[in-house]
């Protein structure tokens, strides 16, 4: 069955399934794995829960015409938003040794004492472990994996909210 002609309703519904699929994994690499995630790496999260409620909001709902427009742009604002955190994650990770920033503290501390665009700020500017790579699938790490998989739900989302039915 070509992934071009499904449904509205089939291709959202698939994308929530991806995206639990990929939580499910980031949760497992994270507790039994030992893989602590990096702020960039929680951002990343944070991204796949939102395009994932999006595309299961738009398969449950499964409007028409204007509606459909409507999930498509909420569902390519997240999946775009998280694109660039990842874009930003596999920078970080390929800058030479020289130029990765110092380790800074963690996500917690941070929200605990810093206002909200302060730990934007410092987060976007990356730290020592959001250069780390501690996983690789294909010889490409995790943010290299969500980039690709981001950028394709863009474009999924594009084609499915903006195409004439």
Not at 51 to 79: E, I, Q, T
Request: proline content about 5%; aromatic content about 16%.
């Amino acid at each position: 069955m070509n992934p071009l002609r499904w449904s509205f309703r089939t291709a959202f519904a698939v994308a929530a399934a991806i995206c639990a699929a990929f939580l499910g994994f980031a949760y497992y690499a994270q507790f039994r794995m030992h893989l602590d995630p990096c702020p960039l790496c929680i951002f990343q999260r944070i991204a796949f829960i939102a395009f994932g409620v999006v595309c299961l909001a738009a398969a449950l709902h499964g409007p028409k015409g204007y509606g459909r427009r409507v999930y498509g742009a909420l569902a390519m604002l997240a999946a775009g938003a998280g694109a660039a955190i990842a874009g930003r994650h596999v920078w970080l990770q390929h800058l030479p040794a020289d130029k990765v920033p110092d380790c800074g503290p963690g996500l917690d501390w941070m929200l605990e004492t810093l206002p909200v665009g302060a730990v934007l700020r410092k987060v976007f500017t990356g730290s020592g472990e959001c250069a780390k790579v501690d996983w690789t699938f294909l010889s490409l790490s995790m943010p290299e994996w969500t980039l690709i998989w981001f950028v394709v739900f863009l474009a999924g989302a594009a084609w499915y909210g903006f195409r004439r039915a």
